[in-house]
């Protein structure tokens, strides 16, 4: 994968507290790995909290606040897991909109897990395939959306491409998935 995202911006969105790590560090590694420029974008400056499941696990530092960021500084999106992570972040106005312009914008974004409550929240699934944590298949089919179960999905049913995984288990899938999707958009 070395060389597929030279000089491809990624942001990572995610809260102050609640991601669940692999989902964000096996993403970002991919991206890494792929020659991307993985940039932690969070609500508040400083640390991140992540979990894994339940526990405290690591810390990281935030890049940017997503209150300053804009889209345009971007190529793609991607939107790590954890129960509380996206719960914090679609109660924030600016998560919500920086989410909802990588859409309008036709950018990609990847999503795994409880994630796509954030996209529920931006109203960027209607009419879009996805796929999530069993759990969020009522919100997900209430949203607009076609929830299917499968390890990772693809949507090219809108101007965005959207890379969807159900949980950490399927890491090696969306991981591969979302750098070709990256690799293939338009800069």
Do not use: Y
């Not at 897990?113 to 960027?124: F, I, K, N, R, S």
Request: one cysteine or more; charged letters at 25%; glycine letters at 8%.
């Amino acid at each position: 994968m070395t060389g597929k995202l030279q000089g491809r911006r990624v942001a990572f969105l995610v809260a102050p507290e609640g991601v669940e790590q692999v989902e964000l560090t096996k993403p970002w590694e991919a991206v890494s790995e792929a020659g991307g420029s993985p940039t932690l974008v969070s609500t508040k400056p400083g640390r991140v909290q992540a979990f894994e499941h339940l526990d405290r696990g690591d810390t990281f530092q935030v890049d940017e606040v997503v209150a300053d960021s804009t889209v345009d500084g971007f190529d793609a999106l991607v939107l790590p897991g954890g129960v509380a992570n996206p719960d914090f972040l679609r109660a924030d106005t600016a998560a919500v909109e920086f989410v909802r312009g990588f859409f309008d914008a036709g950018k990609p974004v990847a999503v795994i897990c409880h994630g796509p409550w954030t996209l529920v929240e931006a109203d960027v699934v209607r009419g879009r395939t996805v796929t999530s944590w069993p759990s969020l298949r009522t919100d997900l089919r209430n949203a607009g959306a076609q929830w299917i179960d499968e390890s990772v999905v693809v949507c090219r049913e809108a101007p965005s491409v959207l890379v969807s995984s159900r949980k950490p288990d399927d890491l090696p899938d969306f991981c591969g998935s979302l750098v070709e999707v990256f690799a293939a958009a338009p800069v």
